[in-house]
């Protein structure tokens, strides 16, 4: 995780800089992969309320950017107020991917269910079962590149090894609407089974 911190009208101290990256390493242990964070700290000369601090950071995660903004009487104060904004929209952001991934996983079980009802598998209890297994070399592309294969081979769905982000990568067509959805499909390690 990238951390970029920056000062204005104040002087960015060692000790100030060190809380403010220690604040900022609890937003990783959210466990949301979070590619970088800009901070800002200023001081600002208020007409009625005298001397003000003012923190201001974003959180770049993928395909969304969380924001807070805090003014305080300290500058710690301000850090230490603006991580519970950050780690709400976080978790937030976080539910909102899972529950993509949730839909996803309901409509690929109703986009196969029945092929494999025709071929006798059983479906009972679960969306749906293994037919056959086929093995499928990914092609590297960019996102652009593989909404427009998506959009020209009318799939429903497209894995590719994107270009730009190294890993795993699927769109899909969402079944209500002309939308496209897009995940990062990871592997499933021993220590996540647990």
Request: avoid cysteine; glycine fraction near 4%; charge should be positive.
């Amino acid at each position: 995780m990238q951390i970029q911190i920056s000062a204005k009208n104040l002087e960015l101290t060692e000790p100030l800089r060190e809380h403010t990256e220690k604040k900022l390493a609890i937003l990783e242990k959210l466990g949301h992969k979070i590619l970088k964070i800009e901070a800002q700290l200023e001081k600002l000369e208020h007409h009625r309320k005298g001397r003000v601090y003012r923190f201001e950071v974003m959180v770049f995660l993928h395909k969304e950017i969380v924001r807070a903004e805090v003014e305080s009487e300290s500058m710690q104060e301000a850090i230490d107020l603006s991580i519970p904004k950050l780690q709400k929209q976080i978790k937030k952001h976080s539910e909102r991917e899972r529950q993509v991934d949730r839909n996803l996983l309901r409509r690929l079980g109703t986009v196969f269910n029945p092929f494999l009802r025709r071929s006798g598998a059983a479906t009972e209890g679960i969306p749906f079962s293994i037919a056959r297994r086929k093995t499928h070399t990914p092609e590297t592309l960019n996102e652009v590149e593989a909404v427009e294969r998506l959009q020209h081979d009318k799939l429903q769905f497209l894995i590719y090894n994107d270009r730009e982000a190294k890993q795993l990568m699927m769109v899909y067509r969402l079944s209500d609407s002309d939308r496209l959805g897009h995940m990062t499909i990871a592997p499933v390690t021993d220590a996540a089974k647990q």
